[in-house]
């Protein structure tokens, strides 16, 4: 993979997957397998064998931190830079509020492998 976002959020992906597959897991991301593709393994099996927690503990705790937010009254989340996040289709949202969510891939590609998912909010309008 040439682009380095990419490849990091690739890589991201992958170990979403790998916390995901444990019988003990923090969260359950289940698009994750397939955003992260054979790239995003082999970077994750290249840079991180050392069954690194960091990013599942960092997913575990930014989706109770948007939950508790949300439930407390926020009416909007951004998260900046989020790469191939599914944090706006994993989460149970609050109804009748609004939530913005902005990638630096393209919104299209986490849409595509979320689909036919029913989306609890639409990326980049902030609107349901």
């Given at each position: ?19 995901s ?11 994750a ?14 840079h ?43 989460l ?19 849409r ?17």
């Amino acid at each position: 993979m040439t682009d380095q976002l990419a490849g990091t959020a690739r890589w991201t992906a992958a170990a979403r997957a790998v916390e995901s597959r444990r019988p003990d897991r923090l969260f359950d991301d289940p698009w994750a397998e397939r955003l992260a593709g054979p790239d995003g393994f082999a970077t994750l099996e290249r840079h991180d064998r050392s069954d690194n927690p960091y990013v599942a503990l960092r997913t575990w705790w930014l989706d109770n931190w948007c939950t508790r937010t949300a439930v407390g009254g926020c009416r909007q989340i951004v998260l900046l830079a989020a790469g191939l996040d599914t944090r706006a289709f994993r989460l149970v949202w609050p109804r009748a509020r609004s939530y913005s969510r902005w990638t630096v891939l393209s919104c299209s590609a986490t849409r595509t492998a979320c689909s036919p998912t029913p989306v609890q909010c639409l990326a980049a309008t902030g609107t349901r």
